[in-house]
């Protein structure tokens, strides 16, 4: 008698008329959805703005899904590229295969370049998405559940994964993609590997909350931590599994060796970076009653300015108010020096309204002419 094993489900694929739904596909797209819910939250209660992060997934996801199928093709070129392969297959990325190496690589450029445009540190960013991406991770592993991939060597442990065959309905060839399983007697019962990712997938995210809500992680630690966490864990995973992979060093997989130098590389940034928290306030945009600083503006145009009319010297530069002023003292000097008196004002600009301005309005009484 077999012990309690873990089923595989009967098919990864259902239509909906001519519509494929693809578990694989689902699987990715859930995963996404709770990241920039999560990050959503964290990065709002670090002081970001809400919607920021939509903003930067806009950029980052579709950058993110170019790295990780790139990644694949390139650590596994010889199943598309190779004698007998089918390079039109590698447009397929519904079948699977994304490597996580490559996703985060070009997704972090996705993420930077949006981030740039708002004036916001990357690595706070990165520190506010650590949690939700490995979350993501994990959800996405629920994809090769259904797509009965990635496991490792055959097992009698009771939590071993069964295997089944599965066949087009219709013509009854073997497939196991797009196949329903009809007999769900299993062909082999294996280790699964996609359990133990996803377990510890959870278990990373629960230890960068806890660790980030104790010592605040900033510059990018909280990341660190979270690859190091992950790789850690991939490399002894990755250890177990028996999928076909590109080889290196002999016969040593290329994720083991990728998570090694990963994990070291993220130990080191941990214990080097130091510093505050970084300051997310340019997040929440320019505020209200400003307009955004356009080429050769030296700063935003305020209600006021925009109120000030075209004949102010608000027109006018700091030097220029200046030398206006300094005009109106000298001229008021030289009146002095012509004929006021030192307590006399001078000038028309604080000449009462009505005064005389003829040379006669200031000649001395006919009395004191004659005598």
């Keep these: ?18 519509i494929p739904l693809r578990a694989y596909a689902l699987c990715i797209i859930a995963g996404i959805v709770v ?55 590698a447009l397929y990325v519904w079948n699977g295969g994304l490597g996580i190496w490559g996703a985060i690589a070009l997704g972090a450029v996705g993420a930077w370049i949006a981030c740039r445009r708002r004036g916001v540190p990357l690595t706070a960013f990165a520190d506010a998405a650590a949690p939700g991406i490995v979350l993501a991770q994990g959800i996405g592993r629920l994809g090769n559940w259904f797509n009965q991939e990635l496991y490792g060597a055959a097992t009698t442990l009771p939590w071993g994964l069964e295997i089944y065959r599965r066949v087009d309905p219709v013509t009854g060839a073997p497939d196991n993609l797009g196949g329903v399983a009809l007999d769900r007697t299993p062909v082999e019962i294996v280790q699964p590997t996609f359990l133990y990712e996803l377990v510890w997938d959870v278990l990373v995210a629960i230890l960068v909350v806890v660790l980030d809500r104790r010592l605040r992680l900033s510059r990018g630690r909280a990341f660190a931590l ?12 990755e250890l177990l599994r028996t999928d076909p992979a590109t080889r290196v060093f002999g016969d040593v997989r290329i994720n083991v060796v990728v998570s090694g130098v990963v994990f070291v590389a993220a130990v080191v940034y941990l214990l080097v970076v130091r510093g505050p928290r970084e300051d997310l306030s340019a997040s929440m945009g320019p505020e209200p009653g400003s307009v955004p600083e356009g080429p050769g503006t030296s700063g935003g145009v305020t209600t006021d300015d925009r109120h000030a009319g075209p004949e102010t010297d608000d027109r006018r530069g700091p030097d220029d108010a200046a030398s206006a002023r300094e005009k109106r003292r000298e001229a008021a ?4 020096e012509v004929g006021h008196g030192a307590d006399e004002p001078s000038g028309v600009d604080t000449e009462p309204e009505g005064t005389m301005h003829q040379e006669g309005a200031r000649a001395e009484p006919p009395s004191a002419a004659r005598g």
């Design 1 to 18: 008698m077999l012990p309690a094993t873990i089923p595989s489900p009967p098919q990864g694929v259902w239509h909906v008329g001519p």
């Design 35 to 89: 990241a920039v819910w999560l990050t959503d939250r964290r990065f709002v209660a670090r002081g970001g703005a809400p919607g920021f992060v939509v903003d930067v997934a806009v950029w980052a996801v579709p950058f993110g899904l170019v790295g990780g199928r790139l990644y694949h093709l390139a650590t596994d070129w010889r199943t598309y590229f190779g004698p007998g392969g089918d390079p039109v297959a």
């Design 226 to 237: 979270y690859v190091a966490g992950y790789t850690a864990g991939r490399f002894v995973i």
């Design 333 to 336: 000097g030289s009146d002095r």
